[in-house]
């Protein structure tokens, strides 16, 4: 009887501990699956208007941030991952991105990163200018941890900061949306697995106790995923034929 129960306990374990692996591979990539889709819709329509860029902004600026509050403040190593992960993913959009833009380009006009002009920030025609962007910042963030490190203070604001951004995620494509009034161009499929991923994510940090920054910045994200999928309501019935 005790070695049966032994092996049932074996079992179980065994099992949690496939689970609990499974739970951190999703959370590490799942981050990056939403954006599967928009990738693919760009690429076949060879058209990113209905994307905002400036989601890659939020996410690189958040990512980046996260990394060095994990130097400050070790939290899971999965959470690390999935930073590094994102960012791969964000500049593969931008690459794209990029790439469409330069080919449907018709002008000559160009904007680079070295023309220092505000009103042209984050809409450079090079990829290479997004990458000098992020290194620069990341640059930056590195001499300030290493001056600061020793701040419980500082590190604290630094994974506030990072969850902060992060939980603006949804909210440049929420004002594009709005501004065009239209969520064409936009991949409904990566908005359900934003919300899908933002809710199984904030059940992850709750579970395992993560800093409360990180379930807060989800309860953010999800508020705005949905207002997100309203707008998809609102708009494909501002698109109907209207009966006169």
Same mark, same amino acid.
């Given at each position: ?60 600026i958040a990512n980046i941030l996260r990394i060095f ?20 993913? &964000? ?14 380009q018709m002008s000559t006009s160009q904007h680079r990163l ?49 969850? &902060? ?20 161009? &936009?991949?409904?499929? &990566? ?54």
């Open positions: 009887m005790d070695s049966e129960v032994v092996l049932q306990g074996e079992d179980m374990g065994g099992t949690w501990t496939l689970l609990s692996w499974l739970a951190s591979c999703l959370m590490v990539f799942g981050g990056a699956l939403p954006y599967v889709p928009q990738y693919q819709d760009i690429q076949r329509s060879n058209n990113c208007e209905g994307f905002s860029t400036r989601v890659c902004l939020v996410l690189l509050f994990w130097v400050g403040k070790q939290f899971e190593v999965t959470l690390l991952l999935q930073s590094v992960v994102m960012i791969v993913a &964000m500049f593969a959009m931008l690459h794209l991105c990029c790439t469409v833009q330069s080919t449907n070295a023309d220092l002009d505000l009103r042209s920030f984050w809409k450079w025609s090079a990829f290479e200018d997004y990458l000098l962007f992020c290194f620069g910042f990341t640059v930056l963030c590195a001499v300030v941890t290493f001056l600061l490190l020793d701040s419980a203070l500082f590190v604290e604001t630094l994974g506030s900061l990072a969850v &902060m951004f992060e939980a603006m995620l949804g909210l440049p494509q929420l004002l594009q949306n709005l501004h065009n009034r239209s969520t064409k161009g &936009m991949s409904v499929k &990566m908005v359900l697995l934003w919300t899908a991923g933002d809710v199984f994510k904030t059940s992850y940090f709750v579970m395992n106790q993560s800093p409360a920054q990180f379930w807060v910045c989800g309860s953010v994200q999800i508020l705005i995923d949905v207002a997100i999928l309203l707008q998809v309501l609102l708009y494909s019935q501002d698109t109907r034929p209207k009966l006169c």
